[in-house]
């Protein structure tokens, strides 16, 4: 049973109702319409199989700058249906970032990573894991929620015991300082990552890292479909990756996708692609 492929269903009807609420809300807005029309097009295309449809409707959506995290969703269950398993990976993590307690969302991309070929390599390593546990346990969110909340307990609990000088209230600020300390840290941490730390998806069934521009320099090792690599630099039409450590080398921009790109663009180089079923 295909199981990944069912909360999309409900998903997609849900969805529409809320785009065709949209568009009575925002009926006065010049925009507002088009939107509608191509995502209520990319949900009719979808229910009739017609899956590359729908993803060109949807992407135009997503690339003219709306960022919703149910739409990616079902961008990701459109090219997974379509056998595109780069982008579906790809989106759902896109997806991730914006819903990143969504169950559905979270065993369907489960799913799809089951599919990939290259076996993830650990670059964090296991102690790092164990000590900071939290951070691998708990969404970034909850962390940031986490870390806000204790600073304005810990505030409140000082600003107690200089009112009234009970040293209960005092220790258990300090008591309540450790914790807050820590995801208000790892919080910061992971806002850098987010922000300076380029992560990406293969997007082509198979893709040659060389050790440079040309077709002719030495491939280093390949890589398949949905794995995640870091970007490291770019250079015009190239990025310099890192899947692992000690393997980095060079591929084509078009045969990665940016998770956190800042402007989305169509997946030009699966698009073109023959579907196999």
Avoid at 24 to 53: C, H, M, N, R, V
Avoid at 64 to 87: E, S, T
Avoid at 114 to 141: A, C, G, K, M
Wanted: hydrophobic letters at 45%; charged letters at 15%.
């Amino acid at each position: 049973m295909n199981r990944h492929l069912t909360p999309c269903i409900p998903r997609l009807a849900q969805t529409m109702l809320l785009a065709a609420a949209a568009l009575l809300i925002l009926s006065a807005a010049s925009d507002a319409s088009p939107y509608a029309k191509q995502f209520i097009s990319g949900i009719e295309a979808y229910q009739s199989g017609q899956y590359t449809q729908a993803i060109e409707q949807w992407e135009a959506i997503a690339t003219g700058g709306v960022a919703n995290g149910q739409l990616f969703y079902n961008l990701g269950n459109a090219y997974l249906k379509a056998d595109h398993l780069g982008p579906a990976i790809l989106w759902y993590e896109r997806a991730r970032r914006l819903l990143p307690n969504d169950p559905d969302l979270r065993f369907n991309l489960e799913y799809a990573r089951s599919l990939t070929i290259d076996t993830p390599e650990e670059s964090t390593p296991p102690i790092v894991r164990i000590l900071f546990f939290w951070n691998y346990q708990l969404s970034h969110r909850t962390i940031l929620i986490a870390a806000i909340a204790g600073n304005i307990l810990f505030w409140l609990l000082i600003a107690g015991w200089r009112l009234t000088r009970r040293p209960g209230l005092l220790r258990a600020a300090i008591i309540t300082s450790v914790p807050t300390l820590l995801f208000l840290l790892t919080a910061g941490y992971n806002f850098y990552q987010k922000s300076h730390l380029k992560q990406a998806i293969i997007l082509p069934a198979h893709v040659s890292v060389r050790s440079g521009f040309q077709e002719t320099d030495t491939e280093l090792f390949v890589l398949h479909a949905g794995t995640k690599v870091q970007v490291v630099r770019d250079s015009k039409a190239h990025y310099q990756i890192r899947y692992s450590a000690g393997k980095t080398g060079w591929v084509d921009q078009d045969a990665v996708g940016l998770i956190n790109a800042a402007c989305l663009s169509p997946n030009r180089y699966v698009i073109s692609e023959k579907v196999t079923h």
